[in-house]
């Protein structure tokens, strides 16, 4: 069974940090890119940041500077470490598997695209 699991969000102060991690489960992890997206209540889904899987990252203007991925391929886990965090950031955030076949090296990619998902983990940030 293909699975895709998120992890370590909650509730967090302005400022503050939180990190990420999606654990994946059924599929071969080495080939597949990682992307971590997030949708804020009433808002689209937008994407975050990728991380290939030979380790190149790209990342979003939304929270560029902020945010830093990083993939274990022995642990077929991808981490977001997020600092700095604003009311704003407030979202559920997701990871999701798209093959590197399909990546190419296109970092915006339609979300049908993207062949796994996970559920979420919900972020708050108070002010």
């Known amino acids: 069974e293909v699975q895709l699991v998120e992890s370590g969000g909650g509730l967090v102060q302005a400022g503050g940090s939180l990190r990420l991690s999606c654990v994946a489960s059924?599929?071969?992890?080495?080939?597949?890119?990682i992307a971590w997206f997030r949708q804020a209540p009433g808002k689209e889904r937008e994407i975050i940041s990728t991380i290939t899987n030979d380790g190149r990252t790209f990342y979003a203007d939304s929270m560029k500077g902020r945010v830093s991925i990083a993939r274990d391929n022995a642990r077929r886990t991808v981490y977001l470490q997020m600092g700095r965090l604003k009311p704003e950031d407030t979202a559920v955030y997701y990871c999701a598997a798209v093959s590197m076949i399909a990546y190419g090296s296109s970092f915006y990619l339609p979300l049908s695209e993207y062949q796994y998902w996970g559920p979420g983990t919900l972020v708050t940030v108070s002010s």
């Open positions: 059924g599929f071969t992890f080495g080939d597949y890119a």
